[in-house]
């Protein structure tokens, strides 16, 4: 009990507290300032309102434990296999972090040196992906994927629109080509620039948009075709070279010169480093624009894109704005004004930090425990592999036909909820919606170590469900995944 007289204590917390005793009889025994000092102090708000500011402030400490507490509710990033985007970064990185969160992107002219980072960043990043002269090509960051591909098909659309104008042609139908396994950024895209998606159904015969039927689906409205480097459903590769050669053959037959966008959100830090061979970048003639998230596999913390042009001939000047920088001016393609200019600091730190071959270990070290987690998973005869992570570190199963009826992959996820493991279970897109899959992205900092207690924590899960004796409800299960 409190021997401190309640007073006018002021309501922020910062005012003194009224007593009829001197300063020193604070230090007496049962003093709750003692005994809590962050949520029992007197005349100080602990309960906030969740839906309208307060009316007065509190002491940052306070303030600072209830978010921090608030915070803690949220899934553990380390134990989220659900997510692409990097949840870890080193030290050096955390501080240059804190040393740079002040920094705009787009204040070219204040930030001269970010600027200048950035250029080169991206330029070493469109050597990565072989462009035929790094200094032709024209690149920029974004605030991640989904910006760098709206940029990107933005480009694909003006550049038909120019064309058809030329031509004397209508440009009221522009449609783009995509799987049906595309991730959203490209749905909104087409709403937001009204442009008609032309969606290639994924099937078990085709996996992932390849080429086939390619002529079913272009046409002179066509502005271009997207292919992924790492589906998001399932990690996979979708074979651009391929998709390029279909592309050839209906140019011969009727004239249409399609260009292909390059959504490498995932792959794009991934392949130039596990599949050096792989011809999906722009060796591929066909191949105009790519895109990556340098929050994924770049492994910066989020917040983070890029994209590249092949040649500053493939990014229609219109689109570009400039923006003053040391007293000139240099060119910005855009969507947002104001962004946060650390992470491309983190960027290029992590360029310096780990080089090519450092990108590689750290990369293989993913894709090896991937494969060890297919590998586990698909001697498990509950699960039928969809893939084994050789593409991106990422693979997805779905349970073996027949065997069971008690229960799905979203109890199996529930369950593995509870060890606080974050594994989606999700429909696949058209057509195989019958379809459930549950997938696991491993990222950097998912070791061996932990991956064998999953594989623990999987077959324990197996085994309780297996032995149950009626089937589990199905009531309220939704999708825990919906991107
Ligand atoms: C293939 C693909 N494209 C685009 C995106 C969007 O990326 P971001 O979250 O960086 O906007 C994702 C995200 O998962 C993706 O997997």
């Given at each position: 009990m409190t021997d401190?007289?309640?007073?006018?204590?002021?309501?922020?917390?910062?005012?003194?507290?009224?007593?009829?005793?001197?300063?020193?009889?604070?230090?007496?025994?049962?003093?709750?300032?003692?005994?809590?000092?962050?949520?029992?102090?007197?005349?100080?708000?602990?309960?906030?309102?969740?839906?309208?500011?307060?009316?007065?402030?509190?002491?940052?400490e306070t303030a600072y434990q209830i978010v921090h507490d608030e915070a803690m509710l949220d899934g553990n990033a380390r134990l989220n296999l659900a997510t692409f985007v990097g949840t870890w970064m080193d030290p050096h990185a955390a501080k240059l972090y804190s040393e740079s969160s002040d920094k705009n992107m787009i204040d070219k002219d204040e930030y001269p040196?970010?600027?200048?980072?950035?250029?080169?960043?991206?330029?070493?990043?469109?050597?990565?992906?072989?462009?035929?002269?790094?200094?032709?090509?024209?690149?920029?960051?974004?605030?991640?994927?989904?910006?760098?591909?709206?940029?990107?098909?933005?480009?694909?659309?003006?550049?038909?629109?120019?064309?058809?104008?030329?031509?004397?042609?209508?440009?009221?139908?522009?449609n783009l080509i995509l799987s049906s396994?595309?991730?959203?950024?490209?749905?909104?895209?087409?709403?937001?620039?009204d442009v008609e998606a032309r969606y290639v159904p994924i099937s078990d015969e085709h996996k992932v948009l390849d080429g086939h039927d390619l002529d079913k689906y272009v046409d002179e409205n066509t502005i271009g075709v997207v292919a992924i480097m790492g589906v998001t459903y399932t990690g996979m590769y979708e074979p651009v070279a391929k998709i390029a050669a279909a592309l050839d053959e209906i140019q011969e037959k009727t004239g249409l010169d399609v260009k292909i966008h390059v959504d490498g959100a995932s792959g794009g830090m991934i392949a130039p480093f596990l599949q050096p061979e792989l011809e999906w970048d722009f060796r591929v003639e066909r191949v105009v624009s790519i895109s990556t998230s340098a929050h994924k596999y770049g492994l910066v913390f989020p917040g983070l894109g890029w994209v590249v042009w092949r040649t500053v001939d493939d990014l229609p000047q219109d689109l570009?704005?400039?923006?003053?920088?040391?007293?000139?001016?240099?060119?910005?393609?855009?969507?947002?004004?104001?962004?946060?200019?650390?992470q491309?600091?983190?960027?290029?730190?992590?360029?310096?930090?780990?080089?090519?071959?450092?990108?590689?270990?750290?990369?293989?070290?993913?894709?090896d425990v991937a494969v060890y987690l297919s590998g586990e998973i698909g001697k498990m005869e509950a699960f039928e592999l969809w893939n084994d992570?050789?593409?991106?570190?990422?693979?997805?199963?779905?349970?073996?036909?027949?065997?069971?009826?008690?229960?799905?992959?979203?109890?199996?996820?529930?369950?593995?909820?509870?060890?606080?493991?974050?594994?989606?279970?999700?429909?696949?897109?058209?057509?195989?919606?019958?379809v459930v899959v549950q997938r696991i992205v491993v990222r950097n900092g998912l070791s061996l170590n932990l991956a064998e207690s999953l594989v623990l924590d999987i077959q324990e899960a197996v085994e309780y469900l297996d032995r149950l004796e009626a089937p589990m409800p199905h009531e309220g299960q939704v999708s825990s995944f919906t991107h």
């Open positions: 401190v007289k309640r007073g006018s204590a002021s309501g922020d917390g910062t005012g003194p507290i009224t007593s009829n005793r001197p300063p020193h009889a604070f230090s007496g025994r049962g003093t709750r300032n003692q005994v809590n000092p962050m949520f029992a102090r007197e005349g100080i708000a602990t309960d906030f309102p969740m839906d309208r500011m307060p009316d007065v402030g509190t002491l940052p040196q970010t600027a200048a980072i950035e250029t080169r960043c991206w330029k070493m990043i469109a050597n990565l992906w072989s462009a035929p002269d790094a200094e032709k090509a024209i690149g920029t960051s974004t605030i991640g994927s989904s910006e760098a591909c709206m940029l990107g098909g933005l480009a694909l659309k003006r550049r038909w629109q120019v064309a058809r104008r030329a031509a004397g042609k209508s440009t009221e139908k522009p396994a595309v991730q959203v950024c490209w749905e909104k895209f087409c709403n937001y620039w570009v704005f400039d923006v003053t920088y040391l007293g000139g001016h240099m060119p910005t393609f855009a969507l947002n004004f104001s962004r946060p200019g650390a491309v600091l983190l960027q290029y730190y992590l360029f310096l930090r780990l080089g090519w071959d450092g990108y590689r270990n750290v990369q293989q070290a993913s894709q992570g050789t593409d991106i570190p990422v693979f997805a199963w779905q349970l073996a036909k027949g065997h069971t009826e008690k229960w799905n992959l979203y109890h199996l996820s529930e369950r593995l909820r509870l060890k606080g493991w974050l594994i989606p279970a999700y429909p696949m897109p058209d057509d195989l919606t019958d």
